[in-house]
């Protein structure tokens, strides 16, 4: 019904940047709050930033200052910008969304999607 797929991880090194996107698509009414995760290997998963329909965001400690969440609603996408990265910042993202699907308000529904995740492996 509603896909999420997520995309630009890869290796970078240390101070670099990457600029993950993840696009919605499918019986799409409304994206609400939409959100970026990341696991790291052997760790719990950790919330990196929302945003919420309206444009609010939140970032996790360890990230602000260096990452910037923003998403563009005429192409149901959510991005990500990193930069100064760390060795530390290495995990699978995953990108979330609080979606209102549906053809119409008559069979619509909330549902909470996520994608796959992408990896990014920073360098030392």
């Known amino acids: 019904q509603v896909q999420l797929v997520a995309s630009g991880g890869g290796l970078v090194q240390a101070g670099g940047s990457l600029r993950l996107s993840c696009a919605a698509s499918?019986?799409?009414?409304?994206?609400?709050?939409m959100a970026w995760h990341r696991q790291a290997p052997g760790k719990q998963r950790e919330l990196v930033a929302t945003?919420?329909?309206?444009?609010?965001?939140n970032y996790a400690d360890s990230v602000k200052g260096r990452f910037t969440i923003s998403r563009d609603n005429a192409k149901n996408t959510v991005y990500l910008q990193m930069n100064s990265l760390k060795p530390e910042d290495t995990a699978v993202y995953h990108c979330?969304?609080?979606?209102?699907?549906?053809?119409?308000?008559?069979?619509?529904?909330?549902?909470?999607?996520w994608g796959r995740g992408t990896l990014v492996t920073v360098s030392s």
């Open positions: 945003i919420t329909s309206g444009g609010s965001t």
């Open positions: 499918g019986r799409i009414l409304s994206l609400n709050r």
């Open positions: 979330n969304a609080g979606v209102l699907s549906g053809s119409s308000s008559l069979d619509a529904r909330y549902l909470e999607v």
